[in-house]
Structure formats: structure tokens, C-alpha cells
């Protein structure tokens, strides 16, 4: 199984909702990313997870707060989002950090803030 | 930090075509990423190629760490090679991969 799962495949929230984005890779991979993806521009790292334990936060604003219960699963919990915070979000797994290593991704959440 | 220049931006092809995409990156570099995404979002790794050269299909991929590029090939491109072709090196800080701005490459039937 070479896949990262990534639920759901779209969301739209307002700006005074809470959600969560959920992904799930079962490859024994140990490090696991958040990363955003505006349209027509390369995908932005937004934090790293290292054995279970947040290892890099890219000055991230505190309404994205992520989570790790375990090494098969990270969360991106939403919460007094912005319009301008509408984009493709992108879940990403490797062997190990540092990423040098490869990078798997999954298909993204496509999310809308009105 | 390290920059990554790809060309060129936008690649319009008829199916059955060639074609070259070029990836330069400003400093040494120990691996080197090809990824595409489709039109639906989806991100997938085609060539991890720190040097030489590497075949998957009608793809290839072949860097030159020592003059620091990288170039992928599409051989006999289908429609389904439409999408968008991102390179990515590791920056100085290990943890961070460097993208380029893509090359965007649309195949018509």
C-alpha cells in the first residue's frame, strides 16, 4: 500500500465554523506534512511531524492546529478561518525527516471559506 | 536559500509528442524530486534522481548534479500527461523541500 488517504475531498466552512481535515497513510512512514497549495503555485509547508511529535512549524497562524494520534494519522483542525485561507491542502508522508527523502502526497482537501 | 528555476513555464503538445522539461537549481543539491499533479489535485512522485538517469514508462528523468540540472522527458506524451510538472530539491535546512513554479504542460488529442 503506497497511498496517503486524505478525508474529505472537498469542504466548504464558514468563517466562524470548525472542522477537521484527516489523512491516514499505512506505509510506516515516520514523518508526516501539512503543506497548502494556492492555485497556479507550488505547494507551501506548513508543519512537519517527526515520530508522532510536531517537529516544524512554518509560523503557521494558531486557527490551524494539527494533530498526530499516532504514527498512522494526522489532523488539521480548522477553526475561525479567513478567506484568503481557501486553497488545496496537501498531506504528505516519507520514510523519515529530513525530507530529503521521498515524498508521498495524497490527493488533497480542496477547501472553500466564505 | 536555494532557487529553483524551471522552464518552460507552459508546454502545449499534440498527443504523440516529445518533449523536454528543465529543472536548475542554484546550489549542490544530494536528491532531486519529479512530481506531477493532475488536473484533480493529485501530487504524485514519478523520478526521485539525486544523478544519473532513471526510467519509469514513456517518462525519464536524468540529472546532472554537477552542473546543477535536471531534465524530465515525455516520450509519445497522451492526454493523460496533462497537468502540472514540479521539481523539488532539499533546501540548506534539511527538513524543507524547494519547489520550482512548475511547468504546466496541457496535451491535446
Known amino acids: 500500500d503506497t497511498e496517503v488517504t486524505q478525508t474529505p475531498k472537498h469542504l466548504v466552512m464558514g468563517m466562524t465554523n470548525k472542522k477537521s481535515l484527516k489523512c491516514e497513510q499505512h506505509?510506516?512512514?515516520?514523518?508526516m506534512y501539512w503543506y497548502k497549495q494556492k492555485a497556479k503555485k507550488p505547494p507551501e509547508l506548513m508543519f512537519v511531524y517527526s515520530y508522532e511529535k510536531l517537529s516544524i512549524n512554518e509560523s503557521v497562524p494558531s486557527r490551524f492546529s494539527p494533530e498526530c494520534p499516532n504514527s498512522s494519522l494526522l489532523n488539521l483542525h480548522l477553526h475561525a478561518l479567513q478567506p484568503e485561507d481557501s486553497a488545496l491542502y496537501l498531506c504528505a508522508s516519507s520514510q523519515n525527516v529530513p525530507t530529503g527523502e521521498k515524498l508521498f502526497f495524497g490527493s488533497g482537501t480542496q477547501l472553500s471559506v466564505l | 536559500g536555494i532557487q529553483v528555476e524551471q522552464s518552460p513555464p507552459d508546454l502545449i503538445l499534440q498527443e504523440g509528442a516529445n518533449s523536454t522539461l528543465r529543472c536548475n537549481f542554484s546550489?549542490?543539491?544530494?536528491?532531486l524530486q519529479w512530481f506531477h499533479q493532475n488536473p484533480w489535485g493529485q501530487l504524485i512522485n514519478l523520478f526521485y534522481i539525486p544523478s544519473g538517469t532513471k526510467q519509469n514508462g514513456r517518462l525519464s528523468a536524468t540529472t546532472v548534479a554537477t552542473e546543477r540540472y535536471s531534465l524530465l522527458y515525455i516520450s509519445s506524451s497522451q492526454t493523460t500527461d496533462s497537468g502540472v510538472y514540479f521539481c523539488?530539491?532539499?533546501?540548506?535546512?534539511?527538513?524543507?523541500?524547494?519547489f520550482g513554479a512548475g511547468t504546466t504542460v496541457t496535451v491535446r488529442a
Open positions: 546550489d549542490s543539491v544530494n536528491n
Open positions: 506505509m510506516g512512514h515516520r514523518a
Open positions: 523539488a530539491v532539499p533546501s540548506s535546512n534539511d527538513y524543507k523541500l524547494s
